[in-house]
């Protein structure tokens, strides 16, 4: 994704941070290091997944300084047999702040059409040099005004949704990419997914207010030391609409 599409910031999760057992078992240094990665691979062509020897030089430590750093610094990564590293977190957002861009994108441009189609005839057909027709509308004669299509019926005409896309299958997409990563207790997916498409509606908004309310709720277990069968299914945190209390 070229940089200039890419959001000046990113998500940072502090209670995830403070409770990650393989961050808290980095010195301080250790911390500072990892962090300025995390802030490299941002710039990167593909956010949160490089080779190792690119993360050790993100870090700044010398070949020679790298191995006694190595053993702790890789438990805060997936560690691939081919020598690719993968921060988790990092490339989930990427794919997700992507994701986000070419809908916004796909939107912008199914809007422009519209409004093209809609521009002149009594929202009937433009058309530019050349002859080339903008929209589904049937060519109709200049001289007969009756037959253009009316407003109602060139709205049939519009996309069903505002950004082309299945609104069930993006929904089902920020449960993979941004609920079920994040929810502590990872039991019953199923049952978890069907609770996920009850959720109305079905729209950004909404998928951030949830979120939103998971990070609170993933703060308060955390400050509690809540055990995790003490953490309700996702399915029943889902049903019962916890999102909207405070934790």
Not at 66 to 87: A, K, M, N, Y
Not at 203 to 224: F, I, K, N, P
């Amino acid at each position: 994704m070229p940089r200039d599409q890419r959001a000046p910031s990113f998500q940072f999760y502090p209670a995830d941070w403070l409770s990650d057992p393989a961050v808290d078992a980095l010195s301080f240094d250790e911390q500072g290091r990892y962090f300025r990665a995390l802030c490299m691979t941002r710039m990167a062509r593909t956010p949160g997944r490089a080779p190792e020897g690119q993360w050790r030089e993100w870090m700044r430590y010398t070949a020679d300084e790298w191995p006694e750093h190595r053993d702790r610094l890789s438990r805060c990564f997936r560690v691939q047999p081919d020598g690719i590293w993968t921060q988790k977190r990092t490339l989930l957002d990427y794919r997700e702040q992507r994701r986000r861009f070419l809908s916004a994108k796909e939107a912008g441009r199914l809007s422009g059409v519209a409004r093209r189609a809609r521009a002149v005839n009594g929202f009937g057909t433009e058309t530019r040099t050349g002859g080339e027709r903008i929209g589904n509308e049937t060519p109709t004669p200049s001289s007969s005004s009756s037959s253009s299509p009316s407003i109602e019926e060139t709205q049939h005409t519009c996309p069903p949704s505002a950004n082309g896309h299945n609104p069930k299958a993006e929904w089902t997409e920020g449960f993979d990419v941004s609920f079920w990563p994040g929810y502590p207790r990872k039991v019953a997916r199923k049952a978890a997914l069907k609770a996920w498409l009850t959720v109305k509606p079905w729209s950004q908004e909404r998928l951030d207010e949830v979120c939103a309310g998971l990070d609170r709720w993933r703060t308060y277990w955390t400050d509690h030391d809540t055990p995790a069968d003490k953490i309700p299914h996702p399915a029943t945190w889902l049903h019962q609409e916890r999102w909207e209390s405070v934790g």
